[in-house]
């Protein structure tokens, strides 16, 4: 009985820790070069979405950017940057920071 309460009691601290800490997070806006249709921000897209720490990764053709959120860390800004330089598309593309 005594080793259930003791149980109990260490899962619900772990529990609260768990939740005192929450994950970081952080935003960064990309201008994103090279693209020319939306193929190339869906290619762009999926391989900042595999970048570790990466939360979302949102890629517009349109406005030539991409919106990424991201556990700082687990990721710089610099990694997200390279996986735009290295996604193998129809096109070689190319990132810079807009804003943090
Ligand atoms: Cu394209």
């Given at each position: 009985?005594?080793?259930?309460?003791?149980?109990?009691?260490?899962?619900s601290?772990?529990?609260?820790?768990?939740?005192?800490?929450?994950?970081?997070?952080?935003?960064?806006k990309?201008?994103?070069?090279?693209?020319?249709?939306?193929?190339?921000?869906?290619?762009?897209?999926?391989?900042?979405?595999?970048?570790?720490?990466?939360?979302?990764?949102?890629?517009?053709?349109?406005?030539?950017?991409?919106?990424?959120?991201?556990?700082?860390?687990?990721?710089?800004?610099?990694?997200?940057?390279?996986?735009?330089?290295?996604?193998?598309?129809?096109?070689?593309?190319?990132?810079?920071?807009?804003?943090?």
């Amino acid at each position: 009985m005594l080793r259930v309460l003791v149980l109990g009691l260490v899962v619900s601290l772990a529990a609260m820790s768990l939740a005192a800490a929450p994950p970081k997070e952080a935003t960064v806006k990309l201008e994103v070069i090279g693209m020319h249709c939306e193929p190339c921000a869906d290619v762009i897209q999926a391989s900042l979405q595999k970048v570790k720490g990466v939360k979302d990764a949102k890629v517009s053709f349109n406005d030539k950017e991409a919106v990424i959120r991201y556990d700082p860390d687990q990721c710089k800004v610099e990694t997200l940057v390279q996986a735009v330089r290295e996604t193998k598309g129809m096109a070689e593309f190319s990132a810079k920071v807009k804003t943090k």
